[in-house]
């Protein structure tokens, strides 16, 4: 749903949205900020901050179009981000336990379970109208549509072998879900990471498998030229 809505406002409007886990400590405030990554450090953090100060402070317009995607884990979190964003939409996925009686926006949409996108496309139509975009632009931004990308993501080489795509904007996927997927996928593995020195000219040829992690800023041209067709 987030994607969608994202995606029929993106080419309207300066707009944000927040990537990966919504329930990560701190993913929505750096969603806010606009920081592509989750900073390591305390210089990292200060550089973030920094950043935002000036262009708070120097550019007063700097103003962006928010897509929040916040999770019902706790009422504190989700009390907090309502109050200081103040939602001009608010779209309802499943069950809302923490929404309380006031909380409400100027338009209120709900998504219907179907076993297709075309619940979640019919909606993101609905919103893109309430911020004055016509149908027809909305359908143009959606024919081509996709799912974001997988946390984990299994993809063909070039040279015949496989690669496994676990780069990440703000935190890696979890180490039990990568192993799952490496025992279900037979072959040498190769690691690449920034921890780890890496050859000019890599091949990944049948029966093995380059597992890629790390930072996606660092590690995307990887999957860009080994595999077959990194954006599928």
Known sequence: MREAIYTVLKRHFPTRRNLEAPNAEFVLPLAVLGAQEYPLTGAGWLRILVRSLGRLLLRPPYRHTLVLEIEYTRKETFDYFWNITEPRVLVVCGETPFLSRGQTAGKVFRTKETDDLSGYLEVALKVAQSFGISKK????????????????????????????????????????????????????????????????????????????TGPHRKMWTYPAKLAKSPWT
């Open 137 to 212: 632009e909305v359908q143009e931004d959606l024919r081509d549509f996709r799912l974001p990308k997988a946390r984990i993501n299994i993809l063909p080489a070039k040279d015949g072998g496989m690669i496994v795509d676990a780069t990440y904007h703000y935190l890696p996927p979890s180490d039990i879900a990568l192993e799952e997927v490496l025992e279900a996928l037979p072959g040498r593995k190769i690691i690449l990471s920034p921890q780890k020195d890496m050859p000019e000219n890599i091949k990944v040829r049948r029966g093995e498998i380059a597992v890629i």
